[in-house]
């Protein structure tokens, strides 16, 4: 039987674009909830949550925290899971892995900056993970700052019916306090580091009017989801129960059809204790959530998995973290069953039995041994040897694998050489850890240079391995410049016959087949993989080794060795010998064909176009729009802020945007920001292919010499 009750547990993280205020939301939250009992400031380096040297210097979030705390409400305790996610898009991972097993989330925005482009991804996840969402406008007291504004920009960008619970008393300098819709209460704050900092008085009189409109809003929306509050709002509005708006509030977040709004200035310690009762009101437990769905590795059939302590335990490693003290950690969300320290676990994708040697409740970076995880709450465990992002752990009487997390392919890579052989031993290793903790991190060696390659998400995604390379590992390294992760795509299709044949004396190799090589359909990733053989001429056992080897053939593509992003393979027919053809035959057949089709497929180099998006100063709109045409930008909007600074939204591609910020800032004397996202890939023009193509030391096909 389960040791809790479910439903005062909330699994909650906190995302939003870089600088609205993340993890100073998340400092209040742990003070306010008794964990800590100073809040620590991002500026001055002593955040809890950001507990990597790195983040204190720079004063960003790296990698997401999780932690553990407690909030009473109602005269009931509720236990919070919450994780702290970065802002910054090269660590869009991190919020990708932490909505995958977060059951609601807190969308904080600059109540000056409104939604803004990190904002709409992370925005966009959550919608992907059917996340609920309690919208956080903080900064209230900033120069500029509009709660009502940023509700409509979300409306407008996001389309998210988005409900105001409460309105700011004040804004700016005079930013007092809100008030509460529902109790039509005013929550007037105190400058004091107490943990009760306010006082509960009326209305302010200026603001009667203004209340019982949007009280009337939030009433009309919230009615909608329940028949007999709608009866009472329209015979006797004045008999409807705070109780009854708040369950019917509560029904239309977790249904995903309102997102309720709220606001603050997490710096200045106002509103963060009225987020935190709204959170506990509106955003689900385990037990509001729909059952996991988990297939059945043996039978392949779905179950639905209820988050109780009764059923089979099944859980999500969402991520792995190398802590110097414990060694591997494993973070993991438990949706069905219990599992206890010491005992032994399934891994789905290995088909091996694991042992759990310790379990810890994370705080930060610290961790607090517990007995047992149960259904709906997260941990990290120790003991693992085989474990990656993404893998599920289970009972072994219950062969059950949970879907697994995508992760995007990274953009960008370095050389990178060890300074001396005693770093050259230790490079692997430290390679090794970062890529298993980062799955966006990804080591190769490149064939031709004998270079190691290192990509990641974005200039300051490597930087900051190279950083923790040095820092945490001990190893010195030299790095090259940064170079783009171009891709292959082939744009026309082929019939090709590719016979296999090797005799050595004794047993040879023989395979035989014919397919059509094409571009993938719309939106298909990877390999599209069909089999039209009639009546056995090429044997069934052989066919997923035809598979295969185009599978592993995609890996390097024909123009410059990069790897082909999707492909249309259908085996037509084919032939084979009794004694000669075996599986490997096959596989090797499958790569030839490949090899010799694809060059007169028109193939092309696809580049990475990321979105940019740059805020600056009317007078040097001209100036920074030049530059971009001049970085083969294309300028897709431009709008007009209500303080007069002017957005430019333009795609550009990657390769023209290092040492971008730089440039920007001589271009503005430093007053214009951007911020770039990944966006699509693209074809990069002829002249540029070529050049390419010739520095990867590939020869340029003559047909696309003749095209030209």
Request: charged share 25%.
């Amino acid at each position: 039987m389960s040791k809790r009750d479910l439903n005062f547990t909330r699994n909650i993280g906190i995302m939003a674009h870089i600088d609205a205020g993340k993890t100073t939301t998340s400092e209040r939250i742990l003070y306010y909830t008794g964990k800590t009992h100073k809040i620590g400031e991002v500026h001055d380096g002593e955040a809890t949550m950001d507990w990597m040297v790195q983040e204190q210097e720079r004063g960003i979030t790296i990698t997401s925290a999780a932690t553990t705390c407690f909030w009473h409400y109602g005269g009931k305790q509720y236990h919070i899971n919450l994780i702290d996610t970065p802002g910054h898009v090269d660590f869009t991972v991190e919020v990708e892995r932490s909505l995958r097993v977060l059951d609601g989330t807190v969308a904080t925005f600059d109540a000056v900056g409104k939604v803004q482009p990190q904002s709409e991804t992370v925005w966009r996840q959550a919608d992907k993970y059917g996340v609920p969402k309690i919208v956080y406008v903080n900064k209230m007291d900033r120069v500029g700052a509009d709660f009502l504004s940023c509700v409509e920009d979300i409306k407008d960008k996001l389309g998210a019916n988005v409900i105001p619970i409460a309105l700011p008393i004040g804004a700016e300098e005079d930013f007092v306090g809100l008030v509460d819709l529902i109790s039509r209460k005013a929550l007037i704050y105190r400058d004091e580091d107490v943990l009760v900092n306010y006082d509960i008085r009326e209305v302010p009189a200026d603001m009667k009017e203004e209340v019982e409109l949007w009280r009337g809003k939030l009433l009309e929306a919230a009615a909608e989801f329940d028949d007999a509050l709608m009866e009472k709002f329209f015979d006797e509005p004045e008999s409807v129960t705070e109780e009854e708006i708040i369950n019917a509030i509560r029904k239309g977040t977790i249904s995903l059809k309102i997102v309720p709004a709220t606001c603050g200035s997490s710096y200045k310690n106002k509103g963060v204790q009225f987020l935190l009762d709204a959170v506990v009101r509106y955003l689900p437990s385990p037990k509001d959530i729909p059952a996991i769905k988990a297939t059945n590795t043996y039978t392949g059939k779905e179950d639905d998995l209820q988050p109780t302590a009764d059923g089979p335990f099944c859980a999500l490693v969402f991520k792995i973290a190398t802590d110097p003290y414990v060694g591997r950690l494993a973070y993991l969300r438990a949706y069905s069953g219990v599992l206890n320290a010491g005992s032994h676990v399934l891994n789905s994708r290995t088909g091996r039995k694991e042992r759990v040697a310790r379990l810890y409740q994370m705080h930060s970076n610290k961790q607090n041994p517990i007995e047992f995880v149960e259904a709906g709450d997260i941990c990290a465990a120790v003991g693992f040897k085989d474990l990656r992002t993404g893998d599920t752990i289970c009972d072994d009487s219950h062969h059950y694998a949970l879907e697994s997390i995508d992760f995007p392919d990274p953009v960008i890579g370095i050389a990178i050489e060890p300074k001396t052989q005693q770093d050259l031993d230790k490079l692997g290793t430290a390679l090794g850890k970062l890529s298993e903790e980062d799955p966006t991190f990804t080591v190769k060696s490149d064939d031709q240079t004998g270079q190691t390659i290192i990509s990641g998400m974005g200039e300051l995604h490597l930087d900051i391995i190279v950083d923790r390379l040095r820092r945490e590992f001990g190893v010195e390294i030299n790095q090259g410049a940064p170079h783009v992760n171009y891709k292959e795509a082939i744009t026309a299709s082929i019939q090709h016959r590719e016979v296999f044949k090797k005799q050595t004396g004794g047993r040879g190799k023989f395979a035989d087949i014919i397919v059509e090589i094409g571009p993938a359909d719309k939106g298909v990733q990877g390999l599209q993989f069909e089999s039209v053989v009639k009546g056995g001429n090429v044997p069934k056992e052989y066919i997923p080794s035809i598979q295969k080897g185009f599978e592993g053939a995609m890996m390097n593509g024909v123009l410059a060795g990069y790897s082909m992003q999707s492909l249309k393979v259908t085996l037509i027919d084919g032939s084979y010998h009794p004694v000669d053809s075996d599986q490997l035959s096959f596989e090797l057949a499958a790569r030839m064909a490949f090899r010799h089709a694809c060059p007169k497929c028109q193939p092309v180099l696809l580049e990475p176009i990321m979105s940019l998006e740059v805020v600056t100063p009317d007078e040097y709109m001209g100036d920074i729009v030049g530059d971009l045409n001049r970085r083969r930008g294309q300028i897709v909007a431009m709008d007009a802020t209500s303080n007069g600074a002017r957005i430019i939204k333009a795609y550009v591609p990657l390769a023209e945007q290092f040492g971008y910020v730089t440039v920007l800032r001589t271009l503005s004397s430093g007053r214009a920001t951007s911020t770039m996202t990944f966006d699509h890939y693209d074809e990069v023009p002829f002249a540029m292919a070529k050049e390419i193509i010739e520095k990867s030391g590939y020869r340029v096909p003559e047909d696309i010499i003749d095209e030209e």
